[in-house]
């Protein structure tokens, strides 16, 4: 049981390191490249630094080996966000790009863009690192909260006097959605830590069973509302990519698609009238018979 609350403690601490670490990120190359950061390599690249922390701590490795792991670890995830940024139309594991990223010349906004990514790259790798080092007390995690707080307010702070003073608007509608995740994982993170530092309560007697579901549904219903908003503005990115992708695809299909529907609709709809049988001059043809009843 302690295991599996570690292991949750763990993942809801990552959430609140990349939720404030992420909403930096995107918004520096929002602003500088004109190009979101890439959110799956930034929590692959946020999770693989703190695995392979958790994987060589304790086992009594040499720190040249320890250091040569990390560093073969960043260049891969530095080579790999590099990678996307460029969108380059060559395979990843080819040896092509690499020739061509190495060999081709750059203007000094290009190093610029350059350093910019690899920055932001070592940022989430010592992200990853220290969580796997830092202790999880009480103490530590409220500093911790502290520091996001601090860093969503300086994010906003800034954005608001670029529009205000400069009239500057960056178009980034991540930043600001992410301080939900990260004050739902903060609360429930700092939650855990407090029922595990504190001395063992007993419920009521007749009361167990009820406080355990309500414990248990509260924890799930937090870590999931949590979820669901850190991922909701990559999968809102997502859905909006691929509706008009499909929209671009389906176009050409359009004129067919309303032709088949007007056949097979139509058809039904519009039928030849029969024509009516001739009417005699008389007074009493004009009347219809009356039904009986």
């Not at 080579?79 to 990223?101: A, H, P």
């Not at 009521?204 to 069973?209: A, D, M, N, V």
Request: hydrophobic share 55%; glycine share 8%.
């Amino acid at each position: 049981m302690k295991r599996e609350k570690g292991a949750l403690l763990f993942l809801v601490i990552g959430g609140m390191e990349l939720s404030w670490r992420y909403a930096w990120a995107n918004f520096l190359t929002t602003s500088i490249l004109h190009q979101l950061f890439p959110f799956p390599e930034a929590i692959v690249t946020f999770a693989v630094a703190a695995a392979f922390t958790l994987f060589s701590k304790g086992k009594g490795w040499r720190i040249v080996s320890i250091l040569g792991l990390q560093v073969f670890g960043f260049i891969f995830a530095a080579l790999r966000i590099v990678y996307i940024f460029n969108s380059w139309s060559y395979s990843f594991l080819s040896q092509t790009w690499l020739i061509e990223f190495f060999n081709t010349p750059r203007s000094p906004l290009e190093w610029l863009n350059l350093i910019v990514v690899l920055f932001l790259t070592l940022m989430f790798w010592l992200g990853g690192v220290t969580l796997a080092r830092r202790s999880t007390a009480y103490s530590t995690l409220c500093s911790r909260f502290d520091l996001g707080i601090a860093a969503f307010a300086l994010l906003f702070l800034i954005k608001f006097l670029l529009w205000i003073k400069g009239g500057i608007k960056i178009e980034d509608p991540i930043s600001q959605l992410l301080f939900f995740p990260f004050f739902i994982f903060s609360l429930l993170a700092i939650g855990l830590v407090r029922h595990q530092s504190t001395t063992p309560r007993d419920f009521l007697p007749g009361y167990q069973g009820i406080g355990v579901i309500l414990s248990f549904t509260v924890v799930v219903v937090l870590f999931g509302t949590g979820l669901v908003l850190f991922f909701l503005p990559y999968l809102t990115l997502a859905a909006e990519t691929g509706y008009g992708i499909i929209k671009t695809a389906a176009k050409p299909l359009g004129p067919i698609l309303v032709s088949v529907l007007r056949f097979i609709f139509m058809q039904g709809a519009i039928r030849p009238e029969k024509p009516s049988p001739p009417t005699k001059g008389g007074v009493g043809d004009l009347v219809s018979p009356v039904e009986s009843t």
